[in-house]
């Protein structure tokens, strides 16, 4: 049996993690609507504007968009699973004890921060693109 410090204090974790988790779901939604901009932006904007060889290099842009929002779809069920999971512990129901529950959530940050960094890296092909596009338009 749990005494009542280590109680508190095994709830207080969870508590934490619940809100970190709240977190990442709120940034995995803002990161949908980056990609739906990013992905509307090279449709309407870059595509008219592009020579052949660029416009390739959009639609690989657009390819490597694609995989992160299927990236992003995935880390959005784990963190929907952890939550369900964390809620089922507060509800006195759940079956794990709290390093689990961290074990989720450091494995849940990483992936995010792989998620942040891919998406870096495609908004910089997307400027540099966007920075040929201005470059042609100055030289015509």
Known sequence: MISLPDQNTFEGELVQIYELNKKQLVELMFFDDEIKFLKLLLSR???????DQQLNK?????????????LRINISKDVLTHQGNLDAQ????GQHNVYFYQLECDRIKLEMQDLEHQYRKVKNEIFKLSKDILSQRKAT
Do not use: P, R, V
């Open 45 to 51: 904007f870059f595509k008219e504007k592009l020579a």
């Open 58 to 70: 959009m639609h690989m842009i657009d390819g490597k968009l694609s995989q992160i929002n299927m």
């Open 90 to 93: 507060f509800k006195g129901t």
